[in-house]
């Protein structure tokens, strides 16, 4: 094949790389071994295809050349000899092909979503479920994760170990979940994505608002397991309130990184081809599926996006909206957050400060920033100009982000 870009070849091999790894894990079972082997295999591939043009089947290329390392490992190693034949042995020979560099039949078998399941296995922590995804099926280097979660590279590889490590304690196979426990481990899955989109949509912590290689990322792998899985309503509705919501980012900061909050947007840099791909979506899903979060918060999303001004936005529906989804998910805070803004909006402010107070109660809101900035704001709509600049002060003081410090102290200092 003609010789691309660095770019254009950096992409195909993030997409290819956990079908790669999924492969030699489902063969050879060792997730250490298999991952080393994979990431020398990538490297070998962004060396030289480049210079000599991709092969004729990319896939094909990466699973032999990895395949050949891991068969290295176990023969470097007497204990490792008996079970690479046992391996031989127990997997028939046409399940699993790693055909020679341009050989035209390679394994068809995508394992990806396997693999999904597997890093958020049950007994790993969300933390480690978070960065084992985004190493093992996202491709992120360590370092990359490391930065994104603001730890040290040292830590970060430390958490990934364990994480391997706890797997393999588990005894965890690689398959999918029984049938009687895909919903539940299903259910964590899309919940480890959601969290991945939106550290990147907004960084908990740092100088940066945004860090689109984890928005980036949970959107292809909310794809990936979209593909097989088009029939599942809350796999579309996570992969529309992604597309929906990442749609707003080029008008959400100022050159300079300052933030723009929803209302002062300019609506014509929204990504109209996200937009109108995330509505097809969650309206095919909330049309033929069970109602979920997932989907909700997606339509919510929609009305938003579909509106040309904020003035035009449609709080009664967005707030219809919330009371669905307060029925279905009435335990997530955040969801409780945003229905007092919509609450706000339509019945005004005081009584959005009403719900505010009993959602004070919550110790995972207690001391929050983003309670504090949403009391001033609707304390503002009030018109209390002294209590909203004490609370945007206050949210300022607690929130980790540079950007929305900065907007916060902004905001104050334009009321006082």
Avoid at 62 to 74: C, K, M, P, W, Y
Avoid at 197 to 216: C, D, I, M, Q
Avoid at 298 to 312: F, L
């Amino acid at each position: 094949m003609p010789v691309r870009g660095a770019g254009e070849i950096e992409g195909l091999l993030r997409e290819l790389a956990p079908q790669v790894l999924g492969a030699l894990v489902r063969r050879y079972e060792q997730f250490d071994t298999c991952e080393d082997a994979v990431q020398e295999a990538l490297l070998d591939a962004a060396v030289q295809w480049p210079e000599q043009g991709l092969p004729d089947n990319p896939r094909a290329w990466l699973i032999t050349v990895a395949s050949r390392r891991v068969i290295d490992h176990f023969r470097s190693e007497h204990a490792r000899r008996r079970r690479e034949e046992s391996v031989a042995v127990s997997v028939p020979s046409d399940e699993f092909t790693a055909p020679a560099p341009g050989d035209e039949r390679p394994g068809d078998q995508d394992d990806t979503l396997t693999l999904l399941f597997l890093c958020c296995h049950p007994s790993l922590s969300q933390a480690s479920q978070l960065a084992l995804t985004l190493r093992a099926v996202g491709g992120l280097t360590t370092a990359q994760i490391a930065g994104a979660f603001l730890v040290p590279e040292a830590t970060m590889a430390q958490r990934i170990s364990r994480a391997k490590q706890r797997i393999k304690a588990a005894g965890a196979p690689f398959a999918m979940p029984p049938e009687a426990e895909r919903a539940e481990r299903l259910r964590v899955v899309l919940h480890v994505l959601y969290l991945i989109f939106n550290e990147g949509y907004t960084a908990t912590s740092g100088p940066e608002l945004h860090r689109t290689e984890l928005t980036g990322e949970a959107i292809r792998l909310a794809r990936a397991l979209h593909r097989p899985l088009p029939g599942d309503g809350e796999v579309a509705g996570l992969l529309a309130l992604m597309l929906l919501t990442e749609a707003r980012r080029p008008a959400r900061t100022e050159p300079d990184g300052r933030l723009i909050p929803l209302a002062e947007q300019d609506r014509s840099l929204w990504d109209r081809r996200l937009i109108d791909e995330g509505v097809e979506l969650v309206t095919k899903a909330l049309s033929t599926t069970a109602l979920g979060p997932y989907q909700l918060q997606a339509a919510i999303a929609a009305v938003h996006d579909e509106a040309a001004t904020a003035a035009e936005t449609d709080w009664p529906q967005i707030l219809a909206l919330y009371g669905v989804l307060s029925g279905v998910d009435d335990d997530n805070p955040v969801v409780k957050l945003n229905h007092a803004v919509a609450v706000a909006m339509v019945r005004g402010p005081r009584a959005g400060l009403d719900l505010l107070e009993r959602l004070a109660a919550d110790e995972r809101m207690a001391g929050h920033h983003r309670l504090a900035s949403v009391r001033a704001h609707l304390l503002e709509m009030a018109g209390d100009v002294p209590a909203a600049v004490a609370g945007y002060r206050e949210a300022a003081r607690l929130t980790m982000s540079l950007p929305e410090r900065q907007y916060l102290e902004d905001r104050a200092a334009r009321l006082s």
